[in-house]
């Protein structure tokens, strides 16, 4: 049987005068394990390649990342932004790729801002730093710093419920910003202590689309 074909959102940084397109390795060997072969995508110069590579993959991974740029989804607070936001070029790719494997209902797996991305392109909001502006706020770690572990609660019969097979899950998570209002269409599935939603997923593709605030990749057993 041939094996299903992931497609990875790449990470996009400028490092010694060039521009790099690449993924952490953690996600691959995730993927690797699970039986799936991983790919790193790559900007295409017109958007109708977007279809294209869409058409040619199983699956797609949306990775963590940086901070999207609040003025995407009309935030007061850019001060509260970690330094290292989002650039143009990724946020149009993923904001384009998902919805063309949206459109595919192709599966999908979203992780840390990529769950915080589809909930602002659905129309919803983000806390801009969960710290500052989220009452009794539990300590969800660090963007590329230190981890956090904390407990979540699993909606009963949810597809992430499914997975885990627990009621209740301890998991890994390294982020400051999380969902504030949710987007049209999507589902909570997730919380921590605090209330934070945790996990969403699609009321219109239940089965094929997941979305999590905290790593998979750096816990055992999840991907």
């Not at 995730?30 to 790919?39: F, K, L």
């Not at 290292?84 to 494997?101: C, H, P, S, Y």
């Not at 392109?121 to 230190?146: A, M």
């Not at 909606?155 to 009621?167: F, M, P, Q, T």
Request: with cysteine; hydrophobic share 35%.
């Amino acid at each position: 049987m041939k094996k299903p074909l992931i497609g990875l959102n790449p990470y996009y940084f400028e490092y010694s005068d060039a521009m790099w397109n690449g993924s952490k390795d953690r996600y691959f060997t995730a993927i690797w394990a699970a039986g799936d072969i991983p790919v790193t995508l790559h900007y295409p110069n017109q958007d109708d390649s977007i279809n294209e590579i869409a058409q040619a993959i199983d699956g797609l991974l949306l990775v963590g990342g940086p901070d999207i740029p609040n003025n995407i989804y009309n935030g007061n607070h850019p001060e509260l932004l970690d330094s290292d936001v989002m650039g143009t070029e990724r946020e149009k790719f993923d904001r384009n790729i998902f919805l063309a494997m949206y459109n595919l209902r192709k599966p999908m797996l979203a992780i840390c801002v990529g769950m915080q991305h589809i909930n602002v392109i659905r129309g919803g909001t983000l806390y801009e730093d969960l710290t500052e502006q989220l009452d009794g706020s539990v300590y969800h770690g660090e963007f590329n710093g230190e981890c956090a572990h904390h407990t979540v609660k699993l909606e009963k019969n949810s597809l992430i419920n499914k997975v885990i097979g627990e009621d209740d899950s301890e998991i890994t998570s390294t982020h400051h910003q999380g969902i504030r209002t949710l987007g049209s269409g999507l589902k909570p599935v997730s919380w921590s202590d605090d209330g934070l939603i945790e996990a969403i997923e699609d009321t219109k593709i239940p089965d094929a689309f997941l979305a999590v605030q905290w790593h998979p990749e750096l816990m055992r057993g999840i991907l």
